[in-house]
Structures are given as structure tokens and as C-alpha cells.
T-cell receptor, first 115, second 115 residues
Framework: AQKVTQAQTEISVVEKEDVTLDCVYE???????LFWYKQPPSGELVFLIR??????QNEISGRYSWNFQKSTSSFNFTITASQVVDSAVYFC????????????FGSGTQLTVLP | GAGVSQSPSNKVTEKGKDVELRCDPI?????LYWYRQSLGQGLEFLIY????????KSGLPSDRFSAERTGGSVSTLTIQRTQQEDSAVYLC?????????????FGEGSRLTVL
């Protein structure tokens, strides 16, 4: 069975600090997708990134970067120079198989960025 | 609007009553999902519709829950004989569907409170 663990329930940082959100997953499939979603206070989940199991290349998008390591079953998310607007709940998710039709979400990490 | 629209945004009902939650997906999106977000269970997959295919109902927690999607667009999630444990935020999402990249566009959810 698939499982996603986000051990950090809450993180608080001061603006401009870097912060890394951890995600560890479990799956028996060799083909799977990993995702990060952001849920701001408005409640609407916003897609951030998708990564398939055959692509371990790290990705950077502006202040966001993702580190995918199959050896440790981790897909960590780093925000560089955090801003108050980054405050949200961040969810890591996993979908098994070749079609991302059913996502298993982690419990989420509440990130608070203080001014 | 251009996003996923859900109604009602808030619903308070008494135990034993039936409720209907509505989702209007993004125009052109063939895939539609329902998820449930609750304090105790996190984000749980409920049901997935893709075009005219039979829906994936594997996440529905009991036979009190049902969903339909009419005309490949609007979807209604129905909960019969509501119980207090049904209290949660019900999130609808849509995506282009094929290929299913897992980039889901979520609505802001319908918060259900069962007294």
C-alpha cells in the first residue's frame, strides 16, 4: 500500500530564511508520481510540481526547489528566501501506476513565515 | 469564473439528514475528483470520473455516499443519513484528464458540519 509521511507538522521561520519541507513515501510500484501542493488560508489547493519515478533530476523554479532521492524514498521541498506569502499548508502526494488518478496525500506541513 | 466552483461553501445539517454538494469543474476538463479533508484523516480520495468511463468509487467510505456527473460536467456528491463523522471539507478538483498528469485544479471546498 502507498503511504506518504510528512513528519513536520508545523514549521515557523522568519522572512528571508530558507526552509525545507520533508516528504518520505512508500510504494511497491516502480512507476509512480510525486507531487507537492500548497493550501493557502483560502483553502484551495494549488499544484506546485509533479515528478515521475524515472526522473530523479532536481528541479528549481524561482525560489522553490525539489530534491527527489529514490534511494531514501524522499521528495523534499525547499523554499529559499521565504516570504510571508509562502505561509500555507504544504502537502506532498503520491500516485501509483502510470496514471495519476488517485493521489495519496501526506498529512501536510503548516509553514508560517514571520515578518 | 474560470476555476472550479463548489456549492454550498458551508453546510450545517442535523444528523440523519441527506446533503448534496455540487461541483462545477473547469470547462474542458474531462476528469473530476472528490476528496475529503478532515482533521483526523487528512486528505482522502473519494471518487474519480473520467469522461464516459465508469467512475472509480474505491474511496467512498460507505454506501451512504454516492456521486454522479451529468453530461460530463457538473458533479453532485450526495451523503445520505449524515453522521457526525461525515463533518469535513469536501474538495472537488478537475483536470484535463488525458494524459492524466495529476495536475489537479481544486475548488475552495464545501465545509460540512453535522450536528
Amino acid at each position: 500500500a502507498q503511504k506518504v509521511t510528512q513528519a513536520q507538522t508545523e514549521i515557523s521561520v522568519v522572512e528571508k530564511e530558507d526552509v525545507t519541507l520533508d516528504c518520505v513515501y512508500e510504494t511497491r510500484d516502480t512507476t509512480y508520481y510525486l507531487f507537492w501542493y500548497k493550501q493557502p488560508p483560502s483553502g484551495e489547493l494549488v499544484f506546485l510540481i509533479r515528478r515521475n519515478s524515472f526522473d530523479e533530476q532536481n528541479e528549481i523554479s524561482g525560489r522553490y526547489s525539489w530534491n527527489f532521492q529514490k534511494s531514501t524514498s524522499s521528495f523534499n521541498f525547499t523554499i529559499t528566501a521565504s516570504q510571508v506569502v509562502d505561509s500555507a499548508v504544504y502537502f506532498c502526494a503520491l500516485s501509483e501506476g502510470g496514471s495519476a488518478r488517485q493521489l495519496t496525500f501526506g498529512s501536510g506541513t503548516q509553514l508560517t513565515v514571520l515578518p | 469564473g474560470a476555476g472550479v466552483s463548489q456549492s454550498p461553501s458551508n453546510k450545517v445539517t442535523e444528523k440523519g439528514k441527506d446533503v448534496e454538494l455540487r461541483c462545477d469543474p473547469i470547462s474542458g476538463h474531462t476528469a473530476l475528483y472528490w476528496y475529503r479533508q478532515s482533521l483526523g484523516q487528512g486528505l482522502e480520495f473519494l471518487i474519480y470520473f473520467q469522461g464516459n468511463s465508469a467512475p472509480d468509487k474505491s474511496g467512498l467510505p460507505s454506501d451512504r455516499f454516492s456521486a454522479e456527473r451529468t453530461g460530463g460536467s457538473v458533479s453532485t456528491l450526495t451523503i445520505q443519513r449524515t453522521q457526525q463523522e461525515d463533518s469535513a471539507v469536501y474538495l472537488c478538483a478537475s483536470s484535463l484528464g488525458q494524459p492524466n498528469t495529476g495536475e489537479l485544479f481544486f475548488g475552495e471546498g464545501s465545509r460540512l458540519t453535522v450536528l
